[in-house]
């Protein structure tokens, strides 16, 4: 089991910065990819970027330059920096931790941190 916790949202104006924070416990070791899924009122999640086993990070067009995604293998932590926020990045904020393989892969969600950009 993996438990991921969520931190580090908050209100900016368009073209601030935050920086959120995921805190993996239990079987981190079976992790094999954390990502971040923005979810926007009344829209899917959806996936903007994630880090792998081998600490390669992929993003979407929409947030590539903007967003870095780093992590702390010391502090089983994840960050995601967003720079040049804009209004369309206000959304509820989630990592997923997707591990295991075959019948035992897994998929977990943490609570979310909600990301308001507004002038």
């Known amino acids: 089991q993996v438990q991921l916790v969520e931190s580090g949202g908050g209100l900016v104006q368009p073209g601030g910065s935050l920086r959120l924070s995921c805190a993996a416990s239990g079987s981190i070791d079976s992790i094999n990819r954390l990502d971040w899924y923005p979810q926007a009122p009344g829209k899917q999640r959806e996936l903007v970027g994630g880090i792998g086993r081998g600490g390669m990070t992929n993003y979407t067009d929409s947030v590539a330059g903007r967003f870095t995604i780093s992590r702390d293998n010391a502090k089983n932590m994840v960050y995601l920096q967003m720079n040049s926020l804009k209004p369309e990045d206000t959304a509820v904020y989630y990592c997923?931790?997707?591990?295991?393989?075959?019948?035992?892969?897994?998929?977990?969600w943490g609570q979310g941190t909600q990301v308001t950009v507004s002038s």
């Open positions: 997923n931790a997707n591990g295991g393989w075959g019948p035992y892969e897994y998929d977990y």
